[in-house]
């Protein structure tokens, strides 16, 4: 599963990383210093450095909650993230994690309890409701049988009464969630693309199939569930392939029943884009024409907004309009 | 594209030598260069680390040569180690220079099934203080070709010459020739690893000829040739390569008209 563990030394007596090492014994140890002497130095390759990454066991210094970036998620105000993980154990070609960092090693930041005084602190310092995402930097679900952060973290929000929590993920690691009850201020957002570009850009990643059936056991068991479909690339015959992902989805899924549907399209802030180009010269996805505004970079497609229309109409026939929101370009 | 073998000694090279079946290089002079003219170099650095970076970069000198290519690169010898027997071969999965107190972290390979920490010392270690390997190079090594190649094409292997039970002073020619020579498919699977790394990577990055051709276009000025690389790694992307080719064999007559061309193919890729 991991190439070696690294284990910073402020964490390496901690009770969770030993419980971590014991299950990979097999796996090299390594000591270092501070995780940055492993993930930030110079002169790596992601693209080489992901096919054999290692798990990094950190502790997170500085802020361990920030505002969210304008736009991302379903409300306009109050909103924060946290990364209590750097970077995903899929391999999906669109992402931006693959610019954001120079390292494709895994990093878990082991004080949990970190985290959940930040975000203790945070949800108390005003009324209003917040939303708190996880799953920026990383799969909020993907490492859970590793991390199990689920178990860590939703007890915290069950007692947050004006938090909620969005886990977002394209994983089916499900089984910490239905373990446990539901916990109504927690939404369990799952990524989906068209088939043709599941197939085409998201590597290691579970199928529409199994996501779907893991969908529904959340919905079934009671928890609050959401989709997002992005990042939505405009290519040829793009209304018909999210027409038919739509059926699919709806077929299984109550849509009356959701907590919220979202689409974006493919937007990555230009210096992401610059080092991705870097590692993947040869992907035909970076190789498309762009623009580029105020440092974002889209695909130049010809009636980009008019066709996203039409995927918005498609998936208007299941889900109504007031459970949607179009994420901000 | 060649994996670049740095050694301090020559009585570590020369069984490396014959496996691989190198031949000089060059005649001779401050470090010696050998190749098997295809994709394995060796440099007999000297030893200590000014010797070793020197070596890297003599080497690098040569792969200079080769277009838009990554070498890896494998620094290979002999080790004092606290607790390792002597013969055992092994992979610095940690390399602390003692005098700076930097430590690099080598990437872990498929064939690293002994791991150790890697101690850089300037003097002979004969006491092994630490449950680790003492060389003389590793960390030299490692910070010269990590600033070359990307980190994940280098390695640096040892093989245990001396320990606490077995001190510096029994180890002789003989014994040397034995280690290394106990530990050539060792070598060669790490060699084999890092060669089939170093293709992929060069394989995506590769760029087609008809580039080459245009990029020595008159009045090229080298920001247009950062832009023309791009172009070309796009439209190659996008299987549009005959647009290069054709433009290499029939260039347009100025520049702005060259990537007026290049920019009209890549739109039409929409």
């Known amino acids: 599963m991991f190439s070696a563990i690294y284990i910073e030394d402020e964490v390496k007596d901690s009770e969770r990383v030993a419980g971590i090492l014991a299950r990979f014994p097999d796996i090299p140890h390594i000591n270092c210093e501070r995780y940055g002497e492993v993930f930030n130095r110079k002169r790596q390759s992601f693209r080489l450095q992901k096919q054999a990454p290692a798990l990094i066991l950190a502790s997170k210094h500085g802020k361990a909650v920030l505002p969210a970036p304008a736009g991302y998620g379903f409300t306009e105000s109050h909103s924060f993230y946290f990364s209590h993980m750097l970077n995903c154990l899929y391999d999906c070609r669109y992402c931006f994690l693959q610019g954001m960092y120079r390292s494709a090693n895994y990093v878990l930041f082991v004080n949990y309890e970190d985290f959940a005084s930040e975000i203790r602190s945070q949800a108390q310092q005003v009324d209003a409701e917040q939303v708190f995402y996880s799953g920026y930097d990383c799969d909020s679900l993907a490492m859970d049988p590793v991390s199990e952060f689920c178990a860590f973290i939703l007890p915290l929000f069950d007692g947050l009464q004006n938090a909620t929590l969005e886990l977002r993920t394209k994983s089916t690691q499900v089984r910490a969630l239905l373990d446990c009850s539901p916990i109504k201020n927690c939404v369990i957002a799952m990524s989906f693309t068209a088939h043709d570009a599941a197939s085409r850009w998201e590597h290691r990643t579970p199928s529409i199939a199994k996501r779907l059936e893991a969908l529904l056991k959340l919905q079934q068991a009671g928890w609050n569930i959401a989709l997002r479909f992005e990042p939505i690339i405009m290519e040829q015959g793009v209304e018909e392939a999210y027409q038919q992902l739509f059926a699919e989805i709806f077929s299984v899924l109550d849509a009356d029943q959701l907590h919220s549907v979202s689409t974006g399209l493919f937007r990555m802030p230009s210096g992401y884009y610059r080092n991705i180009t870097k590692q993947f010269p040869d992907e035909p996805l970076f190789a498309l024409p762009t623009n580029s505004v105020d440092g974002v970079i889209s695909l130049r497609n010809a009636n980009e907004a008019e066709r996203l229309g039409a995927v918005e109409k498609s998936l208007f026939n299941y889900v109504d309009s007031q459970r949607y929101y179009r994420c901000a370009d | ?270």
């Open chain 2, 1 to 270: 594209m060649p994996v670049n073998l740095v050694i301090a000694h020559k009585l570590e090279a020369l069984p490396l030598i014959d496996y691989f079946g190198l031949q000089p290089l060059d005649d001779g002079g401050p470090a010696s260069i050998y190749t098997n003219g295809q994709d394995i170099r060796l440099i007999i650095s000297g030893m200590g680390k000014a010797a070793s970076t020197a070596g890297v970069m003599r080497l690098a000198g040569v792969d200079s040569k080769e277009r838009d290519r990554f070498a890896a690169w494998l620094n290979f010898g002999i080790a004092g180690h606290q607790n390792l027997s002597p013969g055992t071969f092994f992979s610095a999965q940690k390399i602390i220079d003692r005098t700076t107190g930097t430590a690099y972290y080598p990437p872990i390979g498929k064939h690293c099934e002994q791991l150790s920490d890697l101690i850089s010392v300037d003097e002979p270690e004969t006491t092994y203080p630490a449950n680790a390997g003492y060389d003389m190079e590793g960390s030299a090594f490692f910070a010269a070709a990590t600033s070359i190649s990307t980190t994940e094409l280098v390695r640096c292997c040892k093989v245990v010459s001396d320990n606490p039970d077995y001190p510096v002073s029994k180890v002789t020619r003989d014994t040397i020739r034995d280690w290394i020579g106990g530990c050539l498919a060792h070598v060669q699977s790490v060699v084999q690893e890092l060669t089939a790394m170093a293709e992929e990577y060069n394989r995506a990055h590769a760029l087609p000829d008809s580039y080459y051709v245009l990029q020595n276009y008159p009045g090229i000025s080298v920001t247009q040739q950062h832009q023309l690389r791009r172009l070309a790694q796009q439209l190659q992307a996008l299987s549009r390569e005959p647009v290069l080719q054709e433009l290499a064999a029939t260039p347009p007559r100025t520049v702005d008209q060259l990537f007026a061309h290049l920019r009209l193919a890549l739109d039409a890729s929409i």
